[in-house]
């Protein structure tokens, strides 16, 4: 079956700009993941989900970042008046439920200009 | 101290050898332990978990696990060029929220 999916894969912004990142899941999966990764460093989790509800958000960096969940799927993360410090790749990963294996999308690289 | 610690390397071997891969955690109430492989530009890929103090074996790969010292490895025997990669330590927290190491970067030289 399909993978977990996200789009887009690269994305080039400018400073100060609003972006919006999506994930869709492995279909049944109850539990998606979100993590950024920036060069030479290991994934760092930012928030994941239980179904539609955000189950811990203790790893987004400041109240610019917000994530959504509306329908238990497809998920958005959305950063806010950008800085050059967000460019990384962002993870999404899925599980069956929390906390199962997890599962990776190939990532979307954000380029903040 | 980093929750979950990995020499960034790079650590580099000859094909055929054997590659050891090490990393330490600082919560001793860590109760399973997780290895990924990247490869550039790709996502992180599980390959091995371990939960128990001692060895455990898939294929090639061994996991080393030591409770009592906070330390998990991987070893690879008879690495090949396509095991060329980053190799990620992980341990879960509640919830599952994996916390990484930085990576091992590994090269296989023919």
């Known amino acids: 079956g399909a993978g977990v999916s996200q789009t887009p894969s690269n994305k080039v912004t400018e400073k100060g700009k609003y972006v919006e990142l999506r994930c869709d899941p492995i279909s049944g999966h109850t539990a998606l993941y979100w993590y950024r990764q920036s060069l030479g460093q290991g994934p760092e989790f930012l928030i994941y989900f239980q179904g539609t509800g955000a189950a811990d958000d203790s790893g987004l960096p400041n109240d610019r970042f917000f994530a959504v969940r509306p329908e238990g799927s497809v998920s958005t993360l959305k950063i806010q008046r950008t800085e050059r410090g967000d460019s990384a790749v962002y993870l999404c990963a899925s599980s069956l439920m929390a906390p199962d294996t997890q599962y990776f999308g190939p990532g979307t690289r954000l380029t903040v200009l | 101290q980093k929750e979950v610690e990995q020499n960034s390397g790079p650590l580099s071997v000859p094909e055929g050898a054997i590659a050891s891969l090490n990393c330490t955690y600082s919560?001793?109430?860590?109760?399973?332990f997780f290895w990924y492989r990247q490869y550039s530009g790709k996502s992180p890929e599980l390959i091995m978990s371990i939960y128990s103090n001692g060895d455990k074996e898939d294929g090639r790969f061994t996991a080393q696990l030591n409770k009592a010292s906070q330390y998990v490895s991987l070893l690879i025997r008879d690495s090949q060029p396509s095991d060329s990669a980053t190799y990620l330590c992980a341990v879960p927290r509640q919830g599952g929220k994996l916390i990484f190491g930085q990576g091992t970067e590994l090269s296989v030289k023919p």
């Open positions: 919560d001793r109430g860590s109760q399973s």
